[in-house]
């Protein structure tokens, strides 16, 4: 719950939506500058205009796709923990820390290591939304869907269905490791990490944020309504268990295909829709988009700095989310206990 | 606020409910309960403690289902209404809310009228009779408890809404805003049925047009005030004896003193 008192006048939503778009502008601007040589603006620009030289054909064909994916998979990544903390109606829920990504990332191990005979790219999608649904139904029946949401109970629900799946997970990897190519692929995404997409993979990514971001409008109202508390939205017309499943479908497809273009990154779900409710207010039908971009100049500008900070290696993007994330995630959780 | 005009939602609203049953761990919380209520009227829900007020509420509203017995509206029975057409035809304001998110006033009683858009009064009109215009832009946790409950009372009547099933509105409300409460629940229900579950005997015997006297999950009287007040059932299902006073002109409440 955020400690502002009183809400927005009416008018200045469209004011604070440019802002957050100037924002993940800027964050564009700095994640293309980032990296084991820091490109200056003007080299950006010869680089956007077209330049032939080789840095600007470094940039604009290495650089730039990884920039745009990183800001992609912040999105859905965004939006996807507005869908989760709607549906959990917890501020503290996040695919992350509740297991939803630790299950797509188990479909996704299932689908790059056992040989199942099935088709590679439409076998790894469905699993890993299958593994991401499960792990969410789990945490959702144990914390239970009816009562008041109790912030310890599904924090705890939520780390041990993550603890488990990420023993599944390396046991998966240990035994079934002759491939050393797919585990290459598999161990970078535990620790998050966006790789480098063709053209094709970054229309697909984008296609598949503008498709969230659709089908997650769709659920602004009834996830508006839930937060009023079971009863209450049933007196306003919702059906909440019926909503809750049709939401927590949405949720593990955004999660899953988050999990599939960037691995396991932390704690973006959780402050994307933190910051998204103090700018726009707690409707979802503002706090989605907004927490869409919100999530995007984040992992924009947390990818950057996984390049740029270790030269020449490169860090995982998982470890720079967690350590900017983790001290934000606790203060939160402080003070709601302690409310 | 005035009574809802004919053409909102069905104008005569009826409940028909029969050999209503219903449990909870071992405990019968209602026993062959059966009650039919009909539009226009104020109708005042009494009982002790655990006597299945509100689980007699949440089965009239269809959010609890009956183990046993059927409840139709309109003739229609219950499960056969979706959430939305039950959420438009009917305003439920459940005992205890507890939003996840810092809504506005405002936006509640937003919340409230995008049930039924077509019928609902504009938002300014809803906050300025439920007297939440100058709180409109407040946030809940900046409410009091009784700024809370009006706000969720305006948003449950902002469309206007033939039949209205309110769990103790007035429960944290002060002695002049319960007041008010019930004199806007009498105006409302000269167009509606609605259906309150109370505390305040006083309240209840001085503005309901009928009380339904509630006692170990069975209905102990069933009738109009003054022949509940008559008959002592209330002390008997009180265990206390009770005093009645004439409130005299220019008085709003008679206060016991002693």
């Known amino acids: ?339 | 606020m005035s009574a809802p005009s004919a053409t909102t939602t069905g104008a005569a609203m009826r409940i028909d409910c029969r050999d209503l049953g219903a449990s909870a761990g071992g405990t019968v919380l209602l026993d062959a309960v059966s009650l039919s209520f009909t539009a226009p009227s104020l109708v005042g829900i009494l009982g002790p403690n655990g006597a299945g007020k509100s689980t007699l509420l949440r089965l009239l509203a269809g959010y609890r289902t009956p183990e046993r017995g059927v409840i139709a509206w309109n003739g229609r029975p219950l499960a056969g209404w979706s959430a939305a057409e039950r959420g438009a035809a009917c305003g439920y304001c459940p005992q205890q809310f507890e939003p996840a998110w810092n809504y506005s006033v405002a936006e509640i009683v937003e919340l409230g009228r995008e049930r039924r858009p077509a019928g609902a009064l504009p938002r300014e009109a809803v906050l300025r009779e439920s007297g939440l215009a100058a709180l409109a832009q407040r946030r809940w946790n900046a409410l009091s408890g009784g700024e809370r409950a009006r706000t969720m009372l305006a948003a449950t009547l902002a469309t206007q809404p033939g039949l209205v099933l309110a769990d103790e509105p007035g429960a944290s409300l002060d002695m002049r805003h319960r007041l008010a409460l019930l004199t806007r629940l009498a105006a409302y229900a000269r167009g509606a049925l609605v259906v309150v579950v109370m505390h305040d005997l006083d309240l209840a015997l001085r503005f309901c047009d009928r009380i339904v006297l509630l006692d170990g999950g069975r209905v102990a009287a069933d009738g109009t005030p003054d022949a509940i007040l008559g008959a002592g059932v209330l002390e008997r299902s009180f265990g206390l004896s009770l005093q009645p006073e004439t409130r005299r002109a220019g008085h709003d409440w008679v206060v016991g003193i002693g």
């Open chain 1, 1 to 339: 719950m955020t400690t502002e008192t009183t809400a927005l006048p009416d008018g200045s939503l469209r004011g604070r939506f440019l802002l957050l778009a100037a924002a993940l502008l800027v964050a564009l601007v700095f994640a293309a500058m980032a990296g084991h040589d820091w490109a200056s603006p003007s080299r950006l620009m010869r680089a956007l205009a077209g330049g032939q030289e080789i840095e600007s054909r470094l940039l604009l064909v290495w650089r730039l796709p990884r920039v745009l994916a990183a800001a992609l998979v912040g999105a859905l990544l965004g939006l996807g923990g507005a869908v989760f903390q709607g549906v959990f109606r917890n501020p503290l829920a996040e695919p992350y820390l509740l297991g939803a990504s630790g299950g797509a990332a188990i479909g996704a191990t299932v689908a790059l290591l056992v040989p199942l005979g099935l088709p590679g790219g439409p076998a790894l999608a469905l699993l890993s939304f299958l593994g991401a649904w499960g792990a969410t139904w789990i945490v959702l029946a144990v914390a239970g869907l009816h009562g008041r949401p109790d912030t310890a109970g599904l924090l705890l629900a939520g780390v041990a269905v993550a603890a488990m799946l990420g023993a599944l997970r390396s046991f998966l990897m240990l035994a079934l490791s002759d491939d050393t190519v797919n585990l290459q692929v598999v161990l970078s995404w535990t620790l998050g990490g966006i790789q480098t997409p063709d053209l094709a993979g970054l229309l697909l990514l984008a296609m598949l944020v503008v498709g969230a971001l659709l089908l997650a409008r769709t659920l602004a109202g009834g996830l508006d309504l839930l937060g009023l508390g079971d009863e209450q939205a049933y007196a306003f017309g919702l059906d909440p268990v019926r909503f809750a499943r049709r939401a927590v479908l949405v949720g593990a497809g955004v999660v899953a295909a988050a999990v599939a273009f960037g691995g396991l990154v932390a704690f973006v779900g959780l402050i994307a829709p933190h910051l998204a409710r103090w700018l726009v207010g707690p409707r979802h039908r503002a706090l989605i988009p907004a927490s869409a971009l919100i999530g995007g100049a984040l992992v924009a500008i947390c990818d950057g700095i996984a390049r740029a900070v270790l030269p020449p290696a490169e860090i995982p993007l998982g470890l720079v989310t967690a350590l900017v994330g983790g001290p934000f995630f606790l203060v939160l959780l402080a003070r709601r206990l302690k409310a």
